[in-house]
């Protein structure tokens, strides 16, 4: 918190998989991390509702 960075161009900007709302540090977002082929990946969602709805489907 209140720290800004301008990094946030040129990397593909993050988006919540579920809603497609764009994810910003002001978000309550959620950031799930797992293990594919041994990298590890983060999902960045919106919100808890996405998350879950994420790991129902
Ligand atoms: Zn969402």
């Known amino acids: ?3 800004l960075r301008a990094d ?3 990397e593909s900007s993050r988006s919540c998989p579920v809603c497609g709302t764009a994810i910003t540090d002001s978000h309550q977002r959620r950031v799930v991390s797992c293990i594919e082929d041994g990298q590890a990946t983060h999902t960045h969602f919106c919100s ?3 998350l879950e709805d994420s790991l129902e489907s």
């Open 8 to 10: 946030g161009e040129g």
């Open 1 to 3: 918190m209140g720290e």
């Open 48 to 50: 808890t509702d996405c």
